[in-house]
């Protein structure tokens, strides 16, 4: 639905529009042909981030960069990013091992968020309650393929269920929606998560336009955690709209032809 209305956009403005399906069209690594502008969409880091970097190969201009896909498709770069460009984010450790894992969580005591480096849409992401719960997830972890078997162990921020994603685009905020867990403490709207509209704060504003420069991301989605405090919890490299512009009414895939059209004149 999402790329239906970009490209759609994209014609209405008199754009000329290739659509790639690279599962089923190859890619020439090759200077030929190369589009002004090419918009990533692909599914699966990897995926995306490969096809950037062709298209980079051939002069493209890329949204988002190859190199904004990777990171943003790892946790600990994305944590490591954000931490260099001094962005706040919750407590962390990374653990490679089971008794890294252990020995992280052991520094929370009660509670803890334990995350795999790579996933999205909230999977396999665990509230750790006890000792026991963190061994048999570290457990399960080693005998699974190795790019999932690493452990991001993380501070439990309550916000009651809530959270923010604020879109960015071209160093502007676009907006921002409140995401509320329909059950449980993960909000996200794959899982279900109801959508509302709120209106940015200067702090919110700020820590969104920081996070998307850290990955250097040029269309990116952020998400915070904020209660007393504000932390940016991920950063989206191929963003998805549907259930922002439910919330907020806001025309996404207008705002991206707008860019692309003002990037293309430059």
């Not at 960015?168 to 909000?187: F, N, P, Q, T, Y």
Request: proline share 3%.
């Amino acid at each position: 639905m999402e790329e239906k209305l970009i490209y759609k956009s994209l014609r209405d403005k008199g754009l000329e529009v290739r659509l790639i399906n690279v599962i089923s069209t190859p890619l020439p690594i090759d200077r030929i042909d190369a589009p002004k502008a090419s918009l990533i969409r692909t599914v699966g880091m990897f995926r995306g981030a490969r096809t950037a970097a062709v298209l980079e190969s051939m002069g493209s201009h890329v949204i988002n960069g190859s190199e904004t896909i990777l990171t943003c498709g790892d946790k600990v770069l994305t944590y490591s990013a954000l931490l260099k460009a001094n962005v706040p984010i919750p407590r962390s450790f990374l653990a490679l091992g089971k008794e890294a894992a252990i020995r992280a969580y052991d520094k929370f005591g009660k509670i803890a968020v334990d995350k795999p480096p790579l996933g999205s849409w909230g999977r396999m992401v665990s509230l750790v309650r006890n000792h026991s719960m963190m061994e048999q997830i570290a457990l399960a972890r080693e005998i699974m393929p190795s790019s999932l078997r690493g452990h991001v162990i993380q501070e439990y921020v309550e916000v009651g269920g809530r959270d923010l994603r604020c879109l960015v685009l071209g160093g502007h905020l676009i907006g921002c929606m409140e995401r509320i867990a329909s059950d449980g403490w993960k909000s996200n709207v794959a899982l279900g998560g109801k959508v509302k509209a709120i209106k940015a704060t200067l702090l919110i504003e700020d820590l969104s336009i920081r996070a998307a420069e850290a990955v250097k991301g040029e269309f990116v989605a952020i998400d915070l955690l904020v209660n007393d405090n504000a932390f940016v919890n991920e950063v989206n490299g191929v963003p998805e709209f549907k259930g922002f512009m439910k919330a907020t009414g806001i025309n996404v895939a207008e705002e991206v032809t707008s860019h692309i059209r003002e990037m293309i004149r430059a």
